[in-house]
């Protein structure tokens, strides 16, 4: 299947790469100064082609077996790669590492299993077949020795040159077979040879004694009994092989481990910017640094940030004119409605401004938010209890809070995040309660209350901004439906998030998770 064209990529990323990698003063010494950014994406754009096609014929041979694959089997293969992906690693470096090392692993077995298998038993068959000639021949020299002659010579001469401990036995029946060793390649071998050589019945014990190996032959003369040493006939050296082996995949694992960590710390760098930057929280000195992937992702990150933050700045300068134009008019409103006499209307009037003042500074709030507001380490615990203070005036709210009270949050912010929800829950409730727990990196806080609470199927539209309830609550009390958006927003920004659910005291319930 011919793979269908693809756009030409925009050369404008590279470009502001390069222009960015020039004016960023916190560019690290790993960003090349020489790099071309066209060739790169040309280069780029070659591989990504490339594999692209490979993924288009991965994926027309994984169609083509889904349909011819019985479904029993392509249910065991999906509940196999579940189990699969449950155990393992879900870190780049675990991944990495695995890739690594199991090919690595799976090479050494084979070629471990290919020369225990080969090297091994040709060794051990050399070796063998060179004790059964000396033992041979030997046996051939006491067969013709005369009879009556002293044979000790010869058997002297065989442990002098052959190292071979000979001694010629009474005829009398062999031992009966001893056990089998586990690994039974010197018997097999040497049983193979004496078979072939000699052809005469044999003994042969290759357990009792772990260094020497003994042999017993029946000769026309009597049992020859013959005791060698176990490497004479065993290629006993090969363990080195398995050690050099070993040791050898243990440096490469090292060296790879250092280098995937290398390679993994950049990424990582940009992932905890990332966090950081969307929890409202200080990136710090972050340059780009890594592979050339990783750098150009690094440059589009602090390229977005330098936009977002030029968009806030924009937002909040002309939010600021904004305001300063209305309460200049609200204030020339204010100075009329005193010079004239006080009445019915007069009185209207005045608090038609005191609600549009109001209203303004709540639609402020919410377009501001705390975008403009640096987090850090603040003892919640007291602005909870601070803030259920003021608002339980008339009846006061118990709090409770469990854990580390020192959280990092934007002050302002969680201040206005709280006091939102507790306001909303005094407005509509008798009784209020107020928990809060920081355990296991996040902050929880509820906020119950028994007031007529929400519908399930509202719960959702409330946090949009200017959204009020028809029966749920009362329209009669002043607001402009900014409260719970407000809350949400700053949770956000705080990388948190606030939902609604039913309250154990019969009214709503308002929950807070927020990293901390």
Known sequence: MPTPPRPTPDRTV?????????????????????????????????????????????????????????????????????????????????????????????????????????????????????????????????????????????????????????????????????????????????????????????????????????VRLVIPKGVLRVVLDRGNAYASNSHIFIVWMVSTALVLILVSIIFIRNQIKPIQRLANAATAFGKGRPVGAFSPQGAREVRRAAHAFIEMRRRIERQMEQRTTMLAGVSHDLRTILTRFRLELALLPEDEETLALRRDVDEMEAMLEAYMAFAKSDTDEEAHEIDVEAVIAEVAERAGAAAPIPVRFSGSP??????????????????????????????????????TIRVDDDGPGIPEAERENVFKPFYRLDSARNQDTAGTGLGLAIARDIARGHGGMVRLETSPLGGLRALVRLPG
Not at 98 to 124: C, G, K, N, S
Not at 126 to 149: E, K, Q, W
Not at 412 to 433: D, E, P, Q
Request: hydrophobic letters at 45%; charged letters at 25%.
């Open 14 to 214: 590279g470009a502001t790469a390069g222009r960015d990698r020039a004016l960023d003063p916190d560019a690290g010494p790993d960003a090349p100064a020489g790099d071309d950014p066209a060739a790169d994406e040309q280069r780029d754009g070659v591989v990504g082609r490339v594999l692209e096609a490979g993924d288009d014929g991965a994926r027309l041979v994984r169609e083509g077996l889904s349909r011819i694959t019985p479904w029993p089997l392509v249910a065991l293969w999906n509940g196999l790669a579940r189990a699969i992906n449950r155990i393992m690693p879900k870190g780049l470096l675990g991944r990495s590492l695995l890739i690594i090392v199991v090919p690595m692993v799976i090479l050494q077995t084979v070629v471990a299993y290919v020369f225990m298998d080969r090297h091994w038993e040709l060794v051990t068959g050399r070796l063998s077949a060179a004790v059964v000639r000396d033992i041979a021949a030997m046996v051939d020299l006491i067969d013709r020795a005369p009879p009556g002659a002293d044979i000790s010579e010869l058997l002297e001469i065989a442990g002098r040159r052959m190292n071979l401990d000979m001694e010629l036995l009474a005829p009398e029946p062999l031992p009966p077979p001893r056990r089998r060793a586990l690994f039974t390649l010197l018997d097999r071998t040497l049983s193979r040879q004496i078979e072939a050589q000699l052809g005469v019945p044999y003994w042969i014990d290759t357990v009792g004694q772990s260094e020497f190996v003994e």
């Open 406 to 443: 020192l959280v990092t949050v934007k002050p302002g912010g969680f201040r206005r995040l709280v006091g939102n929800l507790v306001g909303n829950a005094v407005r509509y409730g008798r009784r209020v309660s107020l928990e809060a727990e920081h355990r296991d990196g996040w902050l």
